[in-house]
């Protein structure tokens, strides 16, 4: 049983430790600002537009324009995917289960592909009068389409098939055969096309504004809203199925309203970030340990606090090379050892 104050204490302590490291994700970046020259910028600087100096006025847009749209993007969506991934684990019982093993992350890809392929099969002067920001968002849609048909498959066969782990199965074979049409559409798209769709596919929080964030925010509210609501049930179907409902609970309401959720929550960060993966399998285990319960109420907050520290730090990485790196493979470089933890303690337990 968790101790309420240690929990509450670890909770603060974790969030401290997540300020700090926006803070230091708001400091790094291509244009080399000091740490003092940041936090004057973020502070608005102690003086009117007018009264800066051209330094000061570089820095004040550097900071507000670029950084803190780049570091709200980050924090949002380890957070989302966080959430969905300590949903999906409790509703297949599967401590590896995640919004990108179950195709929500490929269903996306396809839809981007589809957009990418029908943005560059316009003509060049049409392309060009649409500007970039109209094709991000086409680009985004489409991606949010994919994931929430992807989603939709998923909660109608989770209404189906009442086994979680062959529900499982089920989500992976869905990934494979979106990947498959993706892989389709690659090979018969253009070189500029390929191009477009490989910067979405490599993930990036740097092209979000001031639209995206808000969308992402109220995706974040609403996946909590929910997510909470349905704790009770997330806690008595980690015991099975045939005992959640002898214990009076729904088994498909509860998975068909955690799914949701995931879709909402996934679809947004797919669309505007690009298919980041890891964050939804490693950020519930770590919280459980370090909680030391796997009660949800207390779960879910530690989820999301650990889910957007392993973005934000991702996204320090990416930063710190002074080449921008995919920040995909940045968190696959902080989730991949994590992940070979958790496998080496479940094949410990089984022997």
Not at 286 to 313: C, D, E, F, Y
Not at 320 to 338: D, E, F, K, N, R
Request: aromatic share 6%; hydrophobic share 55%.
């Amino acid at each position: 049983m968790l101790e309420k104050s240690g929990g509450n204490l670890k909770i603060v302590l974790w969030a401290a430790a997540l300020l700090l490291l926006l803070l230091a994700d708001i400091v790094v970046g291509g244009t080399s600002l000091g740490f003092a020259e940041t936090v004057k910028a973020l502070t608005g600087g102690g003086a009117g537009l007018d009264m800066m100096s051209d330094r000061q006025a570089i820095a004040l847009n550097i900071v507000w324009a670029i950084r803190v749209p780049r570091v709200a993007a980050a924090l949002l969506s380890g957070a989302l995917l966080a959430l969905s991934g300590v949903q999906m684990q409790a509703v297949f019982r599967n401590p590896l289960a995640d919004p990108h093993i179950m195709g929500v992350s490929a269903g996306a890809g396809t839809g981007a592909a589809i957009a990418a392929i029908s943005i560059h099969g316009l003509s060049l002067s049409a392309v060009t009068e649409a500007g970039s920001f109209a094709t991000g968002m086409t680009m985004a849609s489409a991606a949010f389409v994919g994931a929430v048909f992807s989603s939709l498959i998923i909660i109608y066969l989770s209404g189906k098939i009442r086994n979680g782990g062959i529900l499982l199965i089920a989500g992976v074979l869905l990934g494979f055969i979106f990947s498959a049409i993706t892989s389709l559409i690659e090979f018969s798209a253009n070189q500029e096309s390929l191009k477009l769709f490989y910067s979405w596919a490599a993930g990036s929080f740097s092209g979000c504004g001031k639209t995206e964030i808000l969308l992402m925010g109220a995706a974040l509210l609403a996946g909590t809203v929910m997510c909470i609501a349905n704790s009770q049930g997330l806690d008595i179907i980690l015991f099975g199925d045939e005992f959640a409902e002898s214990a009076g609970a729904s088994v498909r309401r509860i998975r068909l309203w955690s799914m949701l959720g995931c879709c909402i929550m996934t679809g947004a960060v797919t669309a505007f970030c690009g298919p980041i993966g890891f964050l939804g399998i490693v950020s519930p285990h770590i919280a459980r340990a370090v909680l030391k319960t796997s009660v949800h109420r207390h779960v879910i907050p530690m989820t999301m606090l650990v889910g957007a520290s392993i973005a934000v730090a991702g996204d320090i990485l990416s930063q710190c090379t002074g080449v921008m790196l995919p920040v995909g493979s940045t968190i696959a470089l902080i989730g991949i050892p994590i992940i070979a933890v958790i496998l080496l303690g479940q094949s410990k337990r089984i022997e």
